[in-house]
């Protein structure tokens, strides 16, 4: 008869076991605001309970340019993180390159085509095989309110774009500054993002910022839609050039501003500084986009690694990234959406269920829109064209609507 090991024994083999197969994962992102870093934080706690340890890559900058650019120099020198946070058709370019592993057999062993929507389990695969795990959903068209500070103007937070310049007029008055805005180039493209999705409406925002159609470039609401954006400039601030998202949104937590217009990250910042939704911000659609749905999923690809130890720990963050426990800790801190479907939301506050809701509604519409300014929309060269042009008629006093549509139409050209 097999006698059974002493429990000591049995503890210590296990030990020395996972110490031999624990991992190191680098992780690259950019989460470094407030309610940013305690979602990453959440990240790496999961990383960590199964044994491995975490190697933060973190570089500043919202919106990931700085990180993509970092990212590319460390790859083409050979030498890339095990994870890093890439989004939309930039996942398709980067598997191009044969530098991302599959991570099929996770994917498979946890279900995931059952667990993700189509459209996501799709974007997350090259040549029918997984590159990527998925994170969250955040929606693009918010927009963020001081309840206290539209009180004080006795005005409500409007819901349409002729109603935010009749309110915007009234917090001028009233010495409060309407919007917050962070003035770098990929926040003025949230901006526009939101106007033409407010404005054009979805089919517009389809034709023109996803499938880049010239004529619809050049159309006359693309006109409208670009007079409306610079109208907007007037409420916002001097200080307003460079600043980061964050920033702006402290101004509305602080009452300095009544406005932001941003993804629903900014949601974090809000909790991150213990505010309450529904009584210290609201949270509402931008306006005009109430039947929209602009989203921005954030992924980690998964680089091919050479060490076992590290590819196995980096196999283990994917299954730990669409995990129940994680999909909720980490999207309740980042102010997101789960991505795997089928979670209990009763632990969401409000902006979220609605986000959820709205999400249902917009894919059953075909409403749901891919964000240009975050990555979703078209591939990155003609983002970063497109980027650079409308971020130069905001900041621009030479440059008129007509010449901003003839530089669109050129710059969704870049490849
Ligand atoms: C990312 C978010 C991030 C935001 C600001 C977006 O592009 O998807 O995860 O919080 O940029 O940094």
Known sequence: MKRPLPRILAASLALIGSIAFAGEVEVLHWWTSGGEAKAAQA????????????????VAGGGGDSAMTVLKSRVVSGNAPAAAQIKGPS?????????????DDVAKAERWDELLPKTVAEQMKYRGSYIAAPVNVHRINWLWANPEVFKRAKIQPPTSWDEFFVAAEALKKAGILPLAHGGQNWQDLTLFETVAIGLGGPEFYTKALVQLDPATLASPTMEKVL?????IKPYTDKNAPGRDWNLATAMVIKGEA???????????????????PGKDFLCLPSPGSAKSFSYNIDSFAMFKLKNEANARAQKELAAAIMSPAFQETFNLAKGSI???????????DDCAKASATDFAAAAKGGTLLPSLAHGMAVPSAAEGAIKDVISNFWNSDKMNSADAMKRLVSAAKTR
């Open 43 to 58: 990240l790496k706690a999961s990383l960590q309970a199964k044994g491995h340890s975490w190697k933060d890559f973190a």
């Open 91 to 103: 996942l398709q370019d980067w598997a191009k390159e044969g530098v991302l592993a599959s991570i």
């Open 227 to 231: 007079s409306t954006y610079k109208r």
């Open 258 to 276: 009544a406005m932001q217009i941003m993804g629903d990250w900014a949601k974090g910042e809000f909790l991150a500084a213990g505010k309450q």
């Open 338 to 348: 789960p991505v795997r479907s089928g979670m209990k939301l009763d632990k969401f």
